[in-house]
């Protein structure tokens, strides 16, 4: 089993568009085998998507810029360890 520690990274890379197209067909297949990582994907989907419309529609009507920048390279390794077959 991999580490939660290990895929969470991932799966943010994955929701916030960094990865490139090989990485993502591969978090794909990993969640069509594991039903509990497909959830964890669609939560944090959801949760991204909740924090765009709070920050779209501010209440004090101030404009806020939720990115951040992450880095490639760390997301990449994770990713080597995750897929290593």
Do not use: W
């Not at 069509?32 to 004090?60: I, M, T």
Request: charged share 30%; glycine share 4%.
């Amino acid at each position: 089993m991999v580490k939660r520690a290990l895929i969470l990274p991932i799966l943010h890379a994955f929701v916030d568009g960094e990865l490139a197209s090989r990485e993502r067909i591969q978090v794909l297949e990993a969640t069509r085998r594991s039903p509990a990582l497909g959830r964890r994907l669609a939560e944090l989907q959801q949760l991204k998507h909740a924090v765009q419309s709070a920050y779209r529609n501010p209440a004090d009507g101030s404009a806020a810029d939720t990115r951040r920048t992450v880095g490639k390279t760390r997301h990449r390794n994770a990713l080597d360890h995750f897929f290593r077959r």
